[in-house]
């Protein structure tokens, strides 16, 4: 299964942005999946992340203000941002790990789609 993520672009602070990803197959089977984001100079982290059970995973920085969910019969993953921060700027990546178990760590995915710009500034 490959993953294309979309929905970037250039928003002002406060503003909100939504996310998707799709998928080429089925993601219904996907243990884990989720969005990561990756500034100039700085590593890749994980924002959100979801099981095939529905539980999620936030990054505190995100928490309150991003939502992931996903979508098995659009086979879609979205995350939807508000009010976003300049400090959000960053290339958000969508990436899996079919079994799952390994956490959240960028090491622990098996495949990562190419990621859209998110650039928040006045």
């Known amino acids: 299964v490959q993953l294309q993520a979309s929905g970037g672009g250039l928003v002002q602070p406060g503003g909100s942005l939504r996310l998707s990803c799709a998928a080429s197959?089925?993601?219904?089977?996907?243990?884990?999946i989720g969005w990561y984001r990756q500034a100039p100079g700085k590593q890749r982290e994980l924002v959100a992340g979801?099981?095939?059970?529905?539980?999620?995973s936030y990054a505190d920085s995100v928490k309150g203000r991003f939502t992931i969910s996903r979508d098995n019969a659009k086979n879609t993953l979205y995350l939807q941002m508000n009010s976003l921060k300049s400090e959000d700027t960053a290339v958000y990546y969508c990436?899996?790990?079919?079994?799952?178990?390994?956490?959240?760590?960028?090491?622990?995915?098996?495949?990562w789609g190419k990621g859209t710009q998110v650039t928040v500034s006045s």
């Open positions: 990436a899996k790990d079919e079994a799952g178990g390994d956490g959240w760590g960028p090491w622990a995915m098996d495949y």
């Open positions: 197959g089925s993601i219904f089977s996907i243990n884990y």
């Open positions: 979801i099981t095939r059970g529905g539980s999620t």
